[in-house]
């Protein structure tokens, strides 16, 4: 993977202790059900057994700055920046058949014992390998090209997909692309489906990994990120791949197709 450019970001983005709480509790109810906006996560907290007497507007606020929104957990950088250009979805009906066919990006809010961080991972829709990930704890866009350029220095697929936030938009991400002559696809606004293999991801890596460990630091962190990555690709089996793990699929070339 190479060194991460957390390196650079040593202290993760923090909250009130009350906040950081809440959004631990957020957290962990969206990954079960990503179709609660802040209307029924605020109606959630203030049940038992939580009981917490907040009003929606700090809901409101601590969900977009984790990244969440009801049915399609998007960054709330999925608006395109001014000036930015998106590009149409590529991949509907498509049938993938091959490694390296499409790669796709995305963002998530990842929590630690004080404090939290962002991270982007690309993966391979064909063999669910994570190719490249980076951490940082602000949603400025040069972690994204980071792990965009690490994710190159593998080898480089036919098309990439992102969804329409402005890290993605950027004309530094995009130029990236086409200068590897690579097509760029965009999701739908508003659909929740079109990244579907990073939003499966995000839900495995916080379940096996995040919900069970208190990272402290952000080198420990990226360790814990480092070892369960390193698991993932190359151990875990996905029933998808007829229980291979996705370094064997991507690199074997093992026959999965799959339609977009």
Known sequence: MGLNRSTYYH??????????????????????????????MTAYLKRPPHGYEINHKRVRRLMRKMGLQAIYPKPRTSIAAKGHKVYPYLLRNLAITRPNQVWSADITYIRMLRGFMYLVAVIDWYSRYVVAWQ??????????????DLALEQGKPEIFNTDQGAQFTALAFTSRLKEADIRISMDGRG???????????????????????????????????DEYFSFYNQERLHQSLSYRPPAEVHFAGFSCPIVA
């Open 191 to 225: 659909r929740a489906l079109d990244n579907v293999f990073v939003e499966r991801l995000w839900r495995t890596v916080k379940y096996e990994h995040v919900y069970l460990h208190e990272h402290g630091t952000v080198s420990q962190l990226e360790k814990g990120l």
């Open 11 to 40: 202290t993760p983005a923090g909250e009130s202790d009350l906040n950081l709480h809440l959004m631990r509790l957020i957290d962990e109810q969206y990954t079960k059900t990503p179709f609660y906006g802040w209307p029924r």
């Open 135 to 148: 951490l940082s704890n602000t949603l400025d866009g040069r972690f994204c090209l980071d792990a965009l």
